[in-house]
């Protein structure tokens, strides 16, 4: 009796029984179970009637249990049809059927293609593919758009080809998909080298980063991790590397700079941005050290006086912190306004940088 009540109990307690109980059908395939008291073995589905708990162990597939001395059941026939292919084979059109359709199709149209019930078909596909059909197809769309955005020139030719029907929808989506918009995805650093340093200075965590052609981010937080997750965003193509000695030196330099932002930087710098984020930042390192300039002076400075929303839209884009003074750009009134990195730190970057250019003015 207690033998009984203790295989009775490791049945039920074992996953594979409930997947008996409900004759789950995608369950086929994954084991058998067999029954002492007949010396049949069946796959889960079976229609026969079911077996008491305590008569029941489960084998991992046919041969097992005739190892064990299990005869095959007549009626689900066990060991024959290979039921694994045929769900394979449904989950495989399924999966066509995701990726040709425009718009991701619904669980009971996909189901009902395939002839599985909903509920059936789901855990089915989750079981083979390891995602949900829904994510399958947003994966699938996602991989597509990064392949086609390395191979192709135009982006609308990329979109198109994903499979998303409309660009703003596109535009809509691109931004949750890869971090960053189509286009910027475009420069997104395929086949290139970026150096990247990890540092502390007075202002939290620095990261700065490195391209062939001049430095490419000068960020700062207070979490390393989420620092580098953003550049590993903005350069998803990129091969990231950690510094060498060289670029330790350029690092030094950089820290140094953002203490001190007095001296001259002479650094090459990878600027990437539209032609108007462009002429923003050229004209926010005219700013002198010690003042600030409002978002409509910059406007008007580069031409564009109705453009001061723009251009407080390319202050938060700026991607080299202190070397593009965009620390140094607040409200007409005079207010902070927000700041890209935090504005605790833009106010620390003001006040020094006040303090500083009064003590060289100061100087003989
Ligand atoms: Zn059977």
């Known amino acids: 009796m207690t033998t009984k009540h203790h295989q009775a109990n490791q049945t039920t307690e074992d996953a594979r029984w409930q997947a008996v109980v409900t004759r789950d059908d995608t369950a086929d395939g994954t084991f058998v179970y067999a029954v002492h008291t007949t010396g049949?073995?069946?796959?889960?589905?079976?229609?026969?009637?079911?077996?008491?708990?305590?008569n029941i162990n489960f084998y991992t597939s046919p041969h097992e249990a005739e190892a064990a001395g299990f005869r095959a059941c007549k009626r689900c026939k066990p060991n024959q049809t290979n039921l694994t292919a045929s769900h394979t084979e449904k989950v495989a059109s399924a999966c066509r059927l995701l990726e040709t359709s425009e718009i991701i199709p619904s669980l009971e149209d996909l189901a009902k293609n395939v002839g599985l019930s909903k509920y059936h078909f789901q855990r089915l596909f989750k079981r083979i593919t390891g995602v949900t059909p829904k994510a399958y197809a947003q994966a699938y769309r996602t991989q597509k758009l990064r392949e086609q955005l390395s191979e192709d020139d135009s982006v609308t030719n990329a979109i198109y080809a994903a499979g998303y029907n409309t660009q703003s929808r596109f535009y809509a989506e691109s931004n949750k998909v890869l971090g960053m918009t189509a286009s910027e995805f475009r420069k997104g650093g395929a086949n290139t080298v970026i150096k990247f340093a990890l540092g502390e200075c007075s202002l939290g965590t620095i990261l700065v980063a490195q391209s062939e052609r001049g430095v490419c981010a000068i960020q700062l937080g207070d979490d390393p991790t989420l620092l580098l997750q953003e550049l590993e965003g903005r350069f998803p193509n990129a091969e990231l590397i950690g510094a060498d000695r060289d670029f330790e030196k350029t690092v030094a330099q950089i820290v140094g700079f953002v203490e001190t932002p007095t001296q001259d930087l002479n650094l090459p710098l990878d600027i990437r941005g539209t032609a108007f984020q462009q002429r923003?930042?050229?004209?926010?390192?005219?700013i002198p050290l010690g003042t600030t300039a409002s978002y409509s002076e910059i406007a008007q400075r580069i031409g564009a006086p109705k453009s001061f929303r723009a251009v407080a839209m390319a202050c938060g884009a700026n991607n080299l912190a202190v070397v593009i003074?965009?620390?140094?750009?607040?409200?007409?009134?005079?207010?902070?306004?927000?700041y890209r990195w935090g504005v605790e730190r833009k106010k620390i970057l003001l006040s020094n940088e006040k303090f500083l250019s009064k003590n060289e003015l100061n100087e003989p």
């Open 40 to 54: 049949i073995y069946c796959r889960p589905s079976c229609a026969a009637r079911l077996a008491r708990s305590e």
């Open 325 to 338: 003074p965009c620390h140094r750009v607040v409200r007409n009134d005079g207010n902070l306004s927000g």
């Open 280 to 286: 923003v930042w050229q004209a926010l390192t005219g």
